[in-house]
């Protein structure tokens, strides 16, 4: 039976364009940018990426949930890439609307302008975040939780009304660089460099994913 890696997460998930490298053409450069992608290689595994630009947690959930259904009969692990507190996603006329997208930003303008709060904000990832990972439990699903940055230092045990929440996150099934840090944080530390849209490069990609493969070869992968 085929093996899999399912990811779910943002633009950091999906890979980003590297324009300086003479192997980029546009049918292959996410499928040479992604984490999942070199991770799938190394471990043999097939790797189905639903990574999508300028995203929020709330469709990462649903993405989740959706990859976990349509594969629910194959050997697959989960690996889930949270992104930034500050997007807003929302389904309207059944499509799915992003304020990290620069297509919606009038949508951005006015969420921001009349609807948005930081802990708000950090309320529902870590709900988000709680469900999926609660979902994924429930179903004896192998996952692991990663960040594309640190996500949670600045507001993790600030707010009390979020405190029962953050008691019930599983932090054993996240993986984290140093503290909270992040993907962005462990290439800029290792000396990758980020492109000009803080992505990283090729290069900061591959070792990003060799280091998960050397931290979970024969644990979960």
Not at 35 to 52: D, I
Not at 63 to 70: Q, R, S
Not at 131 to 145: A, D, E
């Amino acid at each position: 039976m085929d093996k899999y890696i399912l990811a779910a997460g943002c633009s950091y998930t999906l890979g980003h364009d590297d324009p300086d490298n003479p192997i980029m053409t546009n049918t292959t450069h996410y499928e040479l940018t992604s984490w999942p992608s070199w991770l799938g290689k190394l471990t043999n595994r097939t790797c189905v990426n639903y990574g999508r630009n300028g995203v929020g947690s709330f469709y990462i959930a649903n993405k989740v949930y959706e990859l976990a259904d349509e594969y629910k009969d194959k050997d697959f692990v989960m690996m889930v890439m949270w992104s930034g507190l500050h997007r807003y996603d929302m389904i309207k006329d059944d499509k799915w609307i992003h304020s990290g997208q620069d297509q919606f930003l009038n949508f951005k303008k006015h969420h921001y302008k009349y609807a948005h709060d930081d802990q708000n904000a950090y309320y529902h990832t870590i709900l988000n975040i709680l469900n999926v990972q609660n979902f994924l439990k429930q179903k004896n699903i192998k996952y692991l939780f990663l960040t594309h940055k640190d996500i949670l230092s600045e507001f993790y045990q600030k707010y009390e009304k979020v405190a029962y929440l953050e008691k019930c996150l599983d932090l054993n099934n996240f993986y984290f660089h140093d503290g909270f840090k992040g993907c962005m944080e462990w290439c800029l530390e290792n000396g990758f460099e980020l492109n000009d849209s803080n992505h990283p490069y090729i290069e900061g990609y591959r070792k990003y994913a060799e280091h998960l493969y050397d931290v979970f070869n024969g644990k979960l992968l």
